[in-house]
């Protein structure tokens, strides 16, 4: 999924970024090696650092938080093996749930990304508040998560858990999927507004993910937060 994620994320942080800072040129100051210089980032529901570590390459400040223990040893333990990661502070682990995130240290990011987290939240609406409450005003936040419909229920529950097994049964729970739709209006409530919303598809026998218009089942939702909350 990085193949599709980490780019969308580069490019939408630095745009919003360049924007923020009155940089008039679509590449003024940018660096080529590090276009995510400058930027913060929290990564919610980090699991082992697989999305985290990428971003912070590109010169991002990453905090990953998890409530997995479990997660962050392996995600400390790979960071471990980045000998420019391990030497600075630039990516950084935190046990927890967001709600458990003190907003005054922690808060005013300029992008939140919770990738595949959204499905296995019991208060959905609670969780797109406390995301909304850490980004900055007209920062941006990014979901990728699975739709609710029959296909999906089908590809991602039955066929990956059952048929496939390409994840442990009972990783999914699909009565805690969430249309586009729902999202949509959850943002709002929160008083962030949707850009963007794109279909993703993973093809499991050649291991790759890839963008496409359909939203049926796995799909990237990006907002971003007025300017007056």
């Known amino acids: 999924m990085n193949k599709l994620r980490v780019p969308f994320i580069r490019d939408i942080a630095g745009l919003s970024h360049r924007h923020q800072t009155g940089q008039t040129g679509d ?91 959204i499905e296995h939240v019991v208060n959905q609406q609670d969780f797109v508040k406390c995301c909304s409450d850490m980004v900055k005003p007209g920062g941006s936040l990014v979901f990728t998560t699975l739709n609710k419909t029959q296909l999906s229920y089908y590809l991602a529950v039955w066929a990956a858990e059952r048929l496939v097994r390409i994840v442990p049964a009972g990783t999914h729970d699909w009565n ?9 209006f959850m943002l709002q409530a929160a008083g962030c507004q949707t850009r963007l ?33």
Not at 51 to 67: F, I, W
Not at 209 to 226: C, D, F, M, Q
Request: some cysteine; aromatic content about 8%.
């Open 27 to 117: 590449k003024e100051g940018v660096s080529t090696v590090k276009p995510l210089q400058n930027i913060s980032i929290l990564d919610v529901g980090c699991g082992a650092g697989i999305l985290s570590e990428p971003l912070a390459r590109l010169g991002a400040n990453v905090v990953g938080v998890d409530a997995t223990k479990e997660n962050l040893t392996l995600a400390e333990s790979h960071k471990s093996q980045d000998i420019d990661l391990f030497n600075s502070d630039q990516l950084q682990y935190m046990y927890g749930a967001i709600e458990d995130l003190d907003i005054q240290k922690h808060g005013n990011v300029d992008v939140l990304v919770a990738s595949e987290v």
């Open 176 to 184: 805690k999927f969430i249309s586009p739709n729902d999202l949509t």
């Open 197 to 229: 919303i794109h279909g993703m598809f993973y093809n499991p026998f050649t291991n790759r993910w890839s963008w496409t218009k359909s939203t049926e089942i796995n799909y990237l939702l990006h907002a971003v937060k007025s300017l007056d909350r």
